[in-house]
């Protein structure tokens, strides 16, 4: 049974440029939830997507965006890229929310290294 | 902005001691989760209490809840250097699908 899988592993771009990281989902799991961490901080929360919508966004720009697919797989698309955006990109897979229970299963991360 | 709070920010303790990390937070849960990261890498659930539930267990790891307090603690009994890890509090609150994590201990065990 995999588990939550991302790529790339690690990604440098300059700045203004655009990328795109994906993830995959736990098997069973069709809520995916997006964080970012920085060095030395605790992950913070982008945006949570189920049934292919932003169900919730943290306090990030309009430069953050994202996308679901049918198969629960999701992406995260960063536009003019930042020096700031320089961090460890951390995907989390859930059951869809059920009462008070919100286990979240996380990947390995993206290393993103903005120049 | 984060929420939790663990205390102390790093640890250093010798193998086979116990290692205690201790998490705040502000405003009222569903459940609070405690989280493992190795080297900035992908984070490892540890164990889950719910908002009615005071202390757990899961092998080496005891967790308790005070939610009149707003803390929790984690406690690692007889640690080994392959503890050695940044550990996270994470807290899942009414209304909102996100998790807030604090900022982490950071646990050296000195073999």
């Known amino acids: 049974d995999a588990g939550v899988t991302q790529s790339p592993t690690h990604l440098i771009k300059t700045r203004g440029q655009q990328v795109t990281l994906r993830c995959s989902p736990k098997?069973?799991?069709?809520?995916v939830s997006w964080y970012q961490q920085a060095l030395g901080q605790g992950p913070q929360f982008i945006f949570q997507?189920?049934?292919?919508?932003?169900?919730q966004r943290g306090n990030f720009p309009d430069r953050f965006s994202g996308h679901q697919f049918p198969n629960y797989s999701s992406e995260l698309n960063v536009n003019a890229l930042l020096l700031g955006d320089s961090a460890l990109y951390l995907c989390?897979?859930?059951?869809?929310?059920?009462?008070?229970?919100?286990?979240?299963?996380f990947g390995p991360g993206t290393r993103l290294t903005v120049l | 902005s984060q929420q939790g709070e663990e205390d102390p920010q790093a640890l250093s303790i010798q193998e086979g001691e116990n290692a205690t990390m201790n998490c705040s937070y502000k405003?009222?849960?569903?459940?609070l989760q405690w989280y493992r990261q190795n080297s900035g890498r992908g984070l490892v659930h540890l164990i889950l209490?719910?908002?009615?539930?005071r202390e757990k267990h899961s092998g080496r790891l005891r967790v308790t809840l005070d939610t009149s307090k707003k803390s929790s603690s984690l406690l690692i009994t007889a640690s080994r250097a392959a503890d050695t890890a940044s550990y996270f509090c994470?807290?899942?609150?009414?209304?909102?699908?996100?998790?807030?994590f604090g900022s982490g201990t950071r646990l050296q065990v000195q073999p």
């Open positions: 098997s069973g799991h069709d809520t």
């Open positions: 989390a897979s859930s059951p869809a929310p059920r009462g008070s229970y919100n286990e979240q299963f």
């Open positions: 994470a807290t899942d609150h009414p209304g909102r699908r996100a998790l807030t």
């Open positions: 209490i719910r908002s009615n539930e």
């Open positions: 997507y189920y049934e292919e919508e932003e169900r």
């Open positions: 405003t009222s849960i569903n459940n």
